[in-house]
């Protein structure tokens, strides 16, 4: 049976679009079964409306609480049977509820090399420290923000002529590559979550996540 995937976006949604790509080839064995945004307006929402996936507007701004909030994106998700919620970008903090909920089935995508640079402004702080390399990482979603066990990680070479908004672009290429990746590894049963880490085809995941090399 493909898998069933809710993607949430907060934004462009140039992720999402990988994904959409990944499916509409059959790489992915699985179909985008809802496109949800915390904000209006956004690209995303016309990517989905081009790719004809039913797509959702939840604002976070008319919700009293983030509890609130979260429980109506949990009803709304649930309503959609999804079997992989992908945050694609999307940037709301989640409660431990939420994140327990969907423990095990719910991928992040990060700009940074994992453990290094969690939360933002991720490009600039790996300049500052002078690194000679960067990158972005998929995980599974834990209570921990930008915490849980690594599925896979991209590098890119960080250059002297290097400014923030060139490393983005940079790890942009790499993140639409790895998180296709990651989708596709899921939805073939290579990928699972366990309290133990992440199990790849049958054996214990590195804890840096699977390195990709770009062909
Ligand atoms: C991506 O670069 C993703 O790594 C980042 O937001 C961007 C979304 O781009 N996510 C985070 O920073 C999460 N902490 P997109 O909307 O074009 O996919």
């Known amino acids: 049976m493909p898998k069933r995937i809710a993607v949430l976006i907060s934004g462009s949604g140039s992720n999402l ?4 790509d990944a499916t509409q080839s059959g790489r992915i064995d699985g179909d985008i079964v809802a496109v949800i945004s915390n904000k209006a307006g956004v690209f995303g929402l016309e990517r989905a409306a081009n790719a004809d996936i039913p797509s959702e507007v939840l604002d976070h701004k008319s919700f009293e609480s983030r509890e609130s909030f979260d429980a109506a994106m949990m009803e709304l998700i649930d309503g959609y049977n999804a079997d992989l919620v992908v945050l694609a970008g999307f ?6 509820e939420f ?3 969907y423990q095990g089935r719910m991928f992040n995508i990060h700009p940074s090399l994992l453990p290094k640079y969690k939360g933002l402004n991720t490009h600039q702080r790996a300049l500052d420290a002078g690194d000679k390399e960067h990158g972005c990482t998929v995980h599974f979603v834990t209570e921990e923000l930008d915490g849980g066990p690594l599925v896979v990680q991209g590098r890119v070479s960080i250059n002297l002529d290097d400014s923030s908004d060139s490393l983005q672009q940079k790890v942009h290429v790499v993140e639409h590559q790895i998180y296709p990746l990651a989708v596709e590894w899921f939805c073939a049963n290579r990928v699972r979550w366990t309290e133990d880490g992440v199990i790849f085809d049958d054996q214990p995941a590195p804890a840096e996540g699977i390195q990709y090399i770009s062909e």
Do not use: D
């Not at 679009?17 to 959409?20: M, T």
């Not at 940037?91 to 431990?96: A, C, F, K, N, Q």
């Open 91 to 96: 940037m709301r903090i989640l409660t431990p």
């Open 99 to 101: 994140v327990r909920h």
């Open 17 to 20: 679009q990988a994904i959409i």
